[in-house]
Antibody, heavy 121, light 109 residues
Framework: EVQLVESGGGLVQPGRSLRLSCTAS????????MSWVRQAPGKGLEWVGF??????????EYAASVKGRFTISRDDSKSIAYLQMNSLKTEDTAVYYC????????????WGQGTLVTVSS | EIVMTQSPATLSVSPGERATLSCRAS??????LAWYQQKPGQAPRLLIY???TRATGIPARFSGSGSGTEFTLTISSLQSEDFAVYYC???????????FGGGTKVEIK
């Protein structure tokens, strides 16, 4: 059974940092691009960014709204993806979902249950 | 950046009836279009990819069609478990962005 389990969410003040983790099981993690998608309270889905598999260079792409502030990385030996969020803003408040996509077609096969990040003073 | 527009925002349908949801892209995305279903308090679930291919385990009452800029998700006979929000997503023209539509809520009439 495929599982993606996010952790690390919580309440953080504006301007501070937070790191989310996504632990995967049930599929060949190293073969998948890992992505983060967020959903602000009562709103729709917003793609945040992703990291390609090593076979596709392991490079990253980010949405304009987070570029320069957020960094995605991966540890294939542990089947974990990370989202490092710096300089957080109140508008970053959302449920953050970890997703898996089989390159080179980047739709999201697998989803975690999400972790809530609240940015507030 | 490609903008995905879904309509209607809310669709009221009786159980057993057909539901037709639309998704329009601001420029061609070929057939690189996916549909997701999200129920309250749950993560989205992949329904359709490649505009018309059902994901594993998705019932045959869900079907997708279209290419280029106009796409449709049809639920042939709505079941109680189908009342949810549906999102389309393009994965053709990127970087810079993978983009979702704003969603269509299918509610009980």
């Amino acid at each position: 059974e495929v599982q993606l389990v996010e952790s690390g969410g919580g309440l953080v003040q504006p301007g501070r940092s937070l790191r989310l983790s996504c632990t995967a099981s049930g599929f060949t993690f190293g073969d998948y691009a890992m992505s983060w998608v967020r959903q602000a309270p009562g709103k729709g889905l917003e793609w945040v960014g992703f990291i390609r598999s090593k076979a596709y260079g392991g490079t990253t792409e980010y949405a304009a709204s987070v570029k320069g502030r957020f960094t995605i990385s991966r540890d294939d030996s542990k089947s974990i993806a990370y989202l490092q969020m710096n300089s957080l803003k109140t508008e970053d408040t959302a449920v953050y979902y970890c997703t898996g996509a089989a390159a080179p077609l980047y739709y999201f096969d697998y989803w975690g249950q999400g972790t809530l990040v609240t940015v507030s003073s | 950046e490609i903008v995905m527009t879904q309509s209607p925002a809310t669709l009221s349908v009786s159980p057993g009836e057909r539901a037709t949801l639309s998704c329009r892209a601001s420029q061609s995305v070929s057939s690189n279009l996916a549909w997701y279903q999200q129920k309250p308090g749950q993560a989205p679930r992949l329904l359709i990819y490649g505009a018309s291919t059902r994901a594993t385990g998705i019932p045959a009452r869900f079907s997708g069609s279209g290419s280029g800029t106009e796409f449709t998700l049809t639920i042939s006979s709505l079941q109680s478990e189908d009342f949810a929000v549906y999102y389309c997503q393009q994965y053709n023209n990127w970087p810079p962005s993978l983009t979702f539509g704003g969603g269509t809520k299918v509610e009980i009439k």
